[in-house]
């Protein structure tokens, strides 16, 4: 089932924004200032995945997590929605794997 445009596209950002919310108020809760948090949540996403991209698995979840994205933004469909957040936390995980390489 499709969903209209503009209703589709609030929706997945608006999920996308609640994702990375709780994720800055996890790290927020964890470190003593709100730049330090702020740090913690796009070093992954940044020198994470630019570190981690020599290491296979850190590759094939880029890959797989932008493939998934791309099909959640030009899809339109309501299953759409999980398969765009299941990327973008995917691509997450990733970044964190490659700062941990």
Same mark, same amino acid.
């Given at each position: ?58 590759? *094939?979840?880029?890959i797989v997590s !932008? @493939?998934? /994205? $791309? ?16 990327? *973008?936390?995917?691509?997450?995980? !990733? @970044?964190? /794997? $490659?700062?941990?390489?």
């Amino acid at each position: 089932m499709r969903m209209t445009r503009g209703r589709y596209y609030r929706t997945l950002f608006g999920g996308w924004l609640l994702i990375v919310s709780v994720i800055f108020l996890w790290h927020l809760a964890q470190s003593p200032s709100a730049s330090s948090a702020a740090e913690e949540l796009l070093l992954p996403v940044t020198l994470g995945i630019w570190v981690g991209a020599s290491r296979l698995a850190v590759l *094939f979840y880029v890959i797989v997590s !932008a @493939g998934l /994205m $791309g099909y959640g933004l030009f899809a339109r469909k309501r299953y759409a929605l999980a398969l765009f957040w299941s990327g *973008f936390l995917l691509f997450f995980m !990733a @970044g964190m /794997m $490659g700062l941990r390489s």
